[in-house]
Nanobody, 124 residues
Framework: VQLQASGGGLVQAGGSLRLSCAAS????????LGWFRQAPGKEREFVAA????????YYADSVKGRFTISRDNAKNTVYLQMNSLKPEDTAVYYC??????????????????WGQGTLVTVSS
């Protein structure tokens, strides 16, 4: 499956952005999709995941209540609505996919496919 992320940009603290990730390929609709992020000098960290076909969302504690992951399966696209953004949310955001759900969904090593990343910069 191929993943194409978009929607990053520069926003002030307290603002909002919506990231999109379109999955393509023969079995793209069967994958669970998620988002990780990586700030300069830091390891890649889990942000959110949307389990398929249960449609269950999972979030990192740091974004709960501020970020919402959703999916339009007709478009094979997953969205990450980010509200109340903070400077510490600044990172490159990567979408990812896995065909069979893993209980270690927060571990980047569990995912098979990655998009190219989109930069989110939150100014204070």
């Amino acid at each position: 499956v191929q993943l194409q992320a978009s929607g990053g940009g520069l926003v002030q603290a307290g603002g909002s952005l919506r990231l999109s990730c379109a999955a393509s390929g023969r079995t793209g609709s069967s994958y669970s999709l998620g988002w990780f992020r990586q700030a300069p000098g830091k390891e890649r960290e889990f942000v959110a995941a949307f389990r398929w076909p249960t449609r269950s969302p999972y979030y990192a504690d740091s974004v709960k209540g501020r970020f919402t992951i959703s999916r339009d399966n007709a478009k094979n696209t997953v969205y990450l609505q980010m509200n109340s953004l903070k400077p510490e949310d600044t990172a490159v955001y990567y979408c990812t996919a896995r065909l069979i759900w893993s209980t270690q969904y927060y571990n980047p090593g569990q995912y098979d496919h990655w998009g190219q990343g989109t930069l989110v910069t939150v100014s204070s």
